[in-house]
């Protein structure tokens, strides 16, 4: 719905308060959350998602929370800013100079808050985070100018808070929010690339310098679904020893199961001199590992090489 022009006209003298967006994020072990908000003015953009550590929400004291279905985020605003009890259909968020009429909001009664659930790819929020005004319309109550200083990067960030940990959780990212999900190893952010990418930033404890190939791709258990090694030879952490996952020759290649990490939360490891990924016959990728010349000679391996492949439950030889 459009207003009318002489309502734009009301709107246009209204200042937005000074107030500047800050963007906050939180682990309890059972949800991340992340959230944007120019408090003391009450709005907000809010969402949460599964915590790695898999906690369960009673046992933190977040069996009452509101939980975010992937990919959608919360919009607020307090009573203060929209009056009566609701449900209300009529309120109006100006864009800059764009009037969006929002679905209908409802009064959480336990908060005071009005609450609206928006999915992240909805074209509103695109609009939102390049605002360079703001101002809440509710029907034919007084409006408010809205602050939207801080709000791009403030947006962004708490929106990237649940969707890197949506990813960790093997929700994959929808087309339609490709901003947030930055290419890994030269791919897409999916959840095996995320999970192993995440392990070079637990494990250098920080920042690191990785190779163009530190991420390998393929289809290693069979199920279709993007397996990940990692290759730590192929990185270097920035702060402490560059290469703690290498010894003097051999390196730690991890590998990350589609079909096993999701539940074991942790990857597959070996130590070789090299790793690779070989087609095999029946569709599948086998694994290559260069080994060290006391292996190769005690073994009598051809080319110094491993070759393995997954066998549903462990990592086999092939003769």
Known sequence: ??????????????????????????DDGAYVYGSASPEPVQVWLSCNA??????????????EETVSAPYTIRLEFSGDLVPGTGPRADIHLWIGQTPWQLPVMVLNELTGVWELTLSMADPMLKALRAADRLVLAPGSDQPRGLPVAGLPDASRAAMQTCVSAWLAAGFQVPPALGEFSPAYGGGAATPMRVAADEAVREGCNGSATRGPDYLLSGNIDGDETEDIVLDWGAVECEGGPPRPFCGAALCSADV???????RKRQPEGWNALGVALVPLSNGNDGLELQTSQATCNARGLPDCKLLLYWDGTRFQEIP
């Not at 719905?1 to 994020?25: E, G, H, K, N, Y």
Request: hydrophobic content about 55%; charged content about 5%.
């Open 256 to 262: 990350f199961l589609s079909s096993v990490f999701p």
């Open 1 to 26: 719905m459009i207003l009318p022009r002489a309502a734009l006209f009301c709107l246009l003298p209204l200042a937005a308060p000074a107030q500047t967006w800050v963007a906050s994020q939180a």
């Open 50 to 63: 599964p915590s790695a550590t898999r906690l369960p929400p009673v046992q933190v004291g977040a069996h």
